[in-house]
Structure formats: C-alpha cells, structure tokens
C-alpha cells in the first residue's frame, strides 16, 4: 500500500480524476466544498468507524458489508447508467469485522436468537448464506477480487482500490500486480 501525502504521489492513472480528488479531499482536505453532481461512486464497509472527508454532492456513496458489491449491484448500475459516473473506489479497511467471519457465527446465533427471539435454525441459515456472501481471509485481497469484478462488468469505468486505516484515518492506494491500465472508450 501507498500512502499519499502530496498530488505527485498520485499514479498517472488517476491524476486529474475524481479518484485524484477524493484521495486530496479526504488525506489533505483540498477544497472546493461542493460539487453540482456527483462525479464518481464509493463502494465501502458499513463500518462506523470510517468517516470519509468529501465536499458535499461529491460522490455516491454505497455503504455494504465488508464493502463487497453483493446486494448493491442495481445501486451501482443506476449510478453508472443513470448518473453518468465514470470513476469509482473500491474501499476496504483496516480491523473489518468481515474478515475471518466464521469466526462471529456464535455472537450473531446467540444474539440473535436470544435476544431477537429468532428461531436459532434460523438464525443459523441466515449466517452461513451470508458468510459465503461477506467473509473474507483478508481485506486487501479482497478488494483487489471486487475491483477486478467491478471492472469487468463495468470497463468503460476507471475503478481504485484504496484502503482506510482505521488507525490513523487515511486513505492508502492499495498497489496492483501488474500495473492495472483503463480500457478507453
């Protein structure tokens, strides 16, 4: 992972993109403080602890477990289609509870089922169908297999992966193997 700290530190690819801006927006808070329309999308955790720094009307922002496109893909086809975005970030981030999720699957049963009065049967079923959906091993490679989805259900579309650090709250450029080019349409 890279860090940016300055605008030189911004690969070629996405220099003078809104993926550019997010990243000056949310490390350094470069204005301006509002956009007239959405220039691109995020797709990120629901993860409380991630706040991300953005101008109002900047972005769409899609908020799932563990950031993955799994239940999401209508909203992110509107805001392509509909809303005309070309850019988009795939967020992931440090300490994601969707990481190892089997390892969960005792606290959701029981409280569920003890405190929501589920049928534990069914509390059961519901964690294993979404366990498959949402764990993941680890978050960075995670968000390199839902960027590289995204991009070929999408490829007129510029997709990042970038990385919040719950620790320090910055944005880090999560580096590909090779050296990812945009196809140009």
Not at 17 to 45: K, W
Not at 62 to 75: A, D, E, L, T, W
Not at 108 to 134: D, G
């Amino acid at each position: 992972m890279a860090i940016v700290k300055d605008k030189p530190d911004i690969p070629e690819v996405y220099q003078n993109t809104p993926i550019e801006r997010l990243i000056l927006h949310h490390n350094m808070g470069f204005l301006p403080d509002s956009y007239q329309r959405a220039e691109m999308l995020v797709l990120m955790c629901m993860d409380s602890r991630q706040v991300l720094r953005l101008p109002r009307n900047f972005a769409f922002v899609v908020r799932n477990s563990g950031g993955s496109q799994n239940g999401v893909p209508f909203s992110i086809s509107f805001a392509i289609a509909v809303g005309e975005i070309r850019h988009m970030a795939v967020i992931g981030h440090s300490d994601c509870m969707m990481v190892n999720l089997e390892t969960r699957k005792k606290d959701f049963v029981q409280n569920l089922s003890e405190r929501f009065k589920w049928e534990r049967s069914e509390a059961e079923i519901l964690f294993l169908n979404m366990c498959t959906q949402f764990g993941k091993r680890d978050a960075i490679s995670s968000v390199i297999a839902e960027v590289e989805f995204i991009r070929s259900q999408y490829p007129g579309v510029i997709v990042a992966p970038l990385f919040y650090s719950i620790e320090d709250h910055l944005l880090y450029l999560i580096e590909e193997e090779p050296c990812w080019v945009p196809v140009q349409k």
